[in-house]
């Protein structure tokens, strides 16, 4: 997030003294990225920002994750039941690899516990409701259509203002804007579909006291990924002042501009963030193909080194038309298998010159499992519908041996 900020109260030259109105001396803190080689903010605590007092263990929801084999099309319905109350840990596994988690919340209006991701950003877009995040940095504001993109390790809370629906895509990495949109010092470029003023980020500082306060901590070891309630003898929002290019943003999908063609363009054309081995795009409301023969929905396509997620957030999704998908609906089409439209939906298409639809793909290079909430909510058609049949078991397939 190469874009300089300042925020709150910092000295005239970094690294040096620091002092309040009495004389004492602010604690600086360089929170930087990839070993002081990429982008970093220094921030100015009242208290130490290393002073733990205690460390125990945090039991994270279910983080099972069971292998998509035999291989086949998933449709999840999310909105099938409640996930819990919580932003954070009423959060429940839906897919994951070892470069990304995607967990889906419903939320309440109470408070999350400070927390922090400590194994990689988080890109949090809001299906729903309006709310803030606190953070070390200070507040930024969300409402349905935002993404909220939180840096790694950052100490934060959610704040809904009325029950929420969250949808937590959480990286192993760092996620930014592609690189393509960007020039080589980091400004967005002419033909990016959203620029600098379209991201918002904390504009005062959030000072509050306390002393023994608790941070959940998601972090990782040789087992895999675990969490630590970690108890620091001051408040961690005891930031007086910050600068730098390291801070949470968020972005609304209503600034995105799409880009359209002649003809139907590729999922890439709506690429709005990536991580190490996936990407993020948003299929928005907007006029499609204008050539006299144009196919609008999209033609069959094997995606061969990737595995593609969507989720469907809005609109009347033309495409998936005739096959069970909806509101809150997630499909899953795996890498080696192709997939397309509905049949009756190409017909349907010809002639549409636009879409109202609203979806959030994010699309891997390592192949996706099953978390524990889609195990629960799949629909166990939908593999089949493009046939029209299926096993005459309903989802048992065959179980084969070369034996």
């Known amino acids: 997030m190469a874009h300089y900020r300042s925020v709150g109260s910092v000295p005239p030259t970094r690294h040096t003294q620091h002092r309040d109105a009495r004389g004492a001396l602010y604690y600086e803190e360089l929170m930087g990225e990839e070993g002081f080689a990429s982008d970093s903010s220094l921030l100015y605590h009242r208290g130490v920002p290393a002073a733990l007092i205690n460390s125990q263990v945090w039991e994270l929801s279910d983080q099972t994750r069971t292998p998509n084999h035999p291989l086949k099309a998933r449709h999840l319905r999310l909105h099938a039941l409640e996930t819990g109350t919580c932003p954070v840990e009423g959060r429940r596994l839906v897919l994951a690899n070892n470069d990304v988690r995607i967990a889906y919340v419903t939320t309440g209006t109470e408070p999350s516990p400070l927390y922090r991701n400590a194994i990689g950003d988080e890109c949090v877009y809001i299906e729903s409701g309006t709310g803030t995040v606190e953070s070390v940095f200070g507040v930024v504001a969300y409402r349905t259509g935002d993404y909220v993109v939180m840096p790694r390790a950052t100490t934060h809370r959610w704040v809904p203002s009325e029950p929420s629906r969250l949808y937590a895509i959480e990286a192993n990495s760092h996620i930014a804007p592609p690189k393509r949109y960007l020039s080589r010092y980091g400004q967005f470029l002419e033909h990016a579909p959203y620029c600098e003023r379209d991201l918002h980020g904390p504009t005062q500082t959030f000072l509050r006291e306390g002393s023994d306060v608790d941070v959940l901590v998601k972090h990782r070891t040789s087992v895999g990924i675990v969490g630590t309630r970690m108890t620091y003898a001051s408040h961690p929002f005891d930031v007086v002042g910050w600068d730098g290019c390291l801070y949470p943003f968020v972005f609304n999908v209503d600034d995105f501009m799409p880009i359209t063609g002649k003809v139907h363009q590729p999922p890439p054309v709506h690429q709005v963030f990536e991580g190490h ?97 889609a195990l629960a909510v799949e629909d166990p058609a939908y593999a089949w519908t493009w046939a029209g049949r299926g096993p005459e078991s309903g989802d048992s397939p065959a179980v084969f041996s070369n034996s």
């Open 277 to 373: 081995n996936f990407v993020i795009c948003n299929f928005l409301p907007r006029k499609v193909d204008y050539h006299e023969l144009s196919v609008p929905v999209p033609y069959f396509h094997s995606n061969v080194d990737s595995d593609e997620v969507m989720f469907y957030v809005g609109g009347d999704y033309e495409a998936r038309k005739g096959s069970g998908i909806g509101l809150g609906s997630i499909s899953l089409h795996p890498g080696g298998y192709a997939h397309g439209p509905q049949p009756s939906a190409i017909e349907a298409s010809l002639g549409v010159d636009y879409f109202e639809e609203l979806a959030v793909m994010v699309d891997t290079f390592a192949p996706l499992e099953l978390g524990e909430l």
